[in-house]
């Protein structure tokens, strides 16, 4: 009888405890994602490319903007998408400015944005994730995949800001041939490499 009467509480205790944990997974499965706008002010793209095997020339686009989902909860990517200014492009000398902003090149006044887009993404460890998607550029789409590698969230540790904003921090690499986008320059005879390298850095406020 003793027995008994232990027992039955028992089970009610483990079958509410059973409960509680199935409706917290369930909580975490439909969590949503939240929305996380790059700040352009903490948005660096950079890329390397070989000159004439001499060396790499290091580039980057000054102007850039984006934005992407993430669950933190499920640590699930989605929906990203940044946009580059090809005008903005900088590499410390006039001349090849002006020569990458050409026709040769990037032809920014016929194809002022280069776009990357994604749907969703793949980990690939506690941190890391394979983002597939695609690269608009002279008017062409092809697949690009980046390399990603969550390096921390939390709220802004720095002061003048009437609320502190959730922050993101991101870095990814990627790169692609640009003969592939019908970017032929130099690529022949050797003078200009067909591979670019891309290097990302930024950090997003969630909204």
């Not at 950079?46 to 102007?63: E, I, P, Q, S, Y």
């Not at 400015?97 to 032809?107: A, R």
């Not at 016929?110 to 002279?138: C, N, V, W, Y």
Request: aromatic share 10%; hydrophobic share 40%.
């Amino acid at each position: 009888m003793h027995t008994l009467h232990f027992a039955r509480p028992v089970r009610r205790l483990l079958g509410t405890a059973l409960l509680a944990a199935l409706c917290a997974v369930s909580s975490a499965a439909l969590a949503e994602a939240e929305r996380y706008k790059i700040d352009p002010n903490h948005l660096s793209i950079g890329f390397l490319v070989d000159h004439a095997g001499f060396a790499k020339t290091l580039g980057m686009f000054r102007t850039a903007s984006g934005s992407f989902q993430f669950d933190e909860a499920q640590v699930a990517l989605s929906d990203v998408r940044i946009e580059v200014d090809t005008a903005s492009v900088f590499t410390n000398q006039t001349q090849r400015d002006v020569h990458l902003k050409g026709k040769d090149f990037l032809n920014s006044e016929a194809h002022p944005r280069m776009i990357f887009t994604a749907t969703s993404a793949t980990r690939t460890g506690d941190r890391s994730f394979d983002i597939k998607g695609q690269l608009e550029l002279l008017g062409k789409t092809q697949p690009l995949t980046l390399q990603a590698t969550w390096n921390k969230s939390a709220s802004s540790p720095f002061g003048g800001f009437l609320s502190k904003p959730y922050l993101m921090g991101v870095s990814a690499r990627g790169s692609f041939k640009r003969s592939a986008y019908g970017m032929n320059y130099g690529v022949a005879n050797g003078w200009v490499g067909d591979d670019v390298a891309l290097i990302i850095e930024f950090e997003a406020v969630r909204q």
